[in-house]
């Protein structure tokens, strides 16, 4: 079945440091895929996503490459804020699986002032 | 905007109550869910449904039922609690069912069952 795998946190960075969440999935078909943020004491929101190959989702700095052929969906932030302490979670969403998005596990990261 | 409205934010019960969670949402949603989220195992999906008189089992039924009567409301309900229902619930909604339609979660309601 589908599945998603994300690198294990939790992450800790400096502040203003280069950031990448690794992020692989399997899936039959071409699913759309999704990275959320949860910041402490919220539910999960959106960050980005990317609904077919090579497409890139950006948003706040954050940007992700749908990559087909390495099956991967990797986060990037160029240079990290304090204020985006936070877990991540990649997810999908196929047509295999029309009615449930995959969450992968989460990664936990913290940004040291 | 209000979006997706859970209700309580924390609740404690002890072995065997009943309770029901609230979830409603004002976006005219199709598509709500019920997620729970423990430690280290990311978010597994409990019941969803795609629209008003249609729920379907997810990966975590057993314990938990649900409805769906109208597009707004899609309430949970533990039926006799147990310890291992200790967990931070969230529901969601999203515009349709299909692929490429995101999420839009509750803040959750943290229960703890002893």
């Known amino acids: 079945g589908d599945s998603v795998t994300q690198m294990e946190g939790p992450v800790t960075l400096s502040e203003e440091a280069f950031l990448t969440i690794n992020c692989t999935y399997t899936?039959?078909?071409?699913?759309?895929l999704f990275w959320y943020v949860q910041y402490p004491g919220e539910g999960l929101q959106l960050l980005l996503k990317?609904?077919?190959?090579?497409d890139k989702g950006s948003n706040k700095g954050f940007e992700a490459t749908y990559r087909k052929e390495t099956t991967s969906f990797h986060l990037e932030k160029g240079s990290v804020q304090v204020s985006d302490s936070a877990v991540y979670f990649c997810?999908?969403?196929?047509?295999?699986?029309?009615?449930?998005?995959?969450f992968g596990s989460g990664t936990r990261l913290s940004i040291r002032p | 905007n209000a979006g997706v409205t859970q209700t309580p934010k924390f609740q404690v019960l002890k072995t065997g109550q009943s309770m029901t969670l609230q979830c409603a949402q004002d976006?005219?949603?199709?598509?709500m869910s019920w997620y729970r989220q423990d430690p280290g195992m990311g978010l597994r999906l409990i019941h969803y449904?795609?629209?008003?008189?249609?729920?379907d089992q997810g990966e975590v039924p057993n314990g938990y039922n649900v409805s769906r009567s109208t597009t707004e409301d899609f309430p949970l309900r533990l039926l006799s609690a147990a310890p291992s229902q200790t967990s931070v619930y969230f529901c969601?909604?999203?515009?349709?069912?299909?692929?490429?339609?995101?999420?839009?979660f509750g803040n959750g309601t943290r229960l703890t069952v002893t």
């Open positions: 899936a039959t078909g071409y699913p759309s």
């Open positions: 976006m005219n949603h199709e598509y």
């Open positions: 969601a909604s999203s515009e349709t069912q299909g692929s490429g339609s995101p999420l839009h």
């Open positions: 997810a999908l969403s196929s047509y295999s699986s029309a009615s449930k998005i995959i």
């Open positions: 990317a609904t077919k190959a090579d």
């Open positions: 449904s795609v629209g008003a008189g249609i729920t």
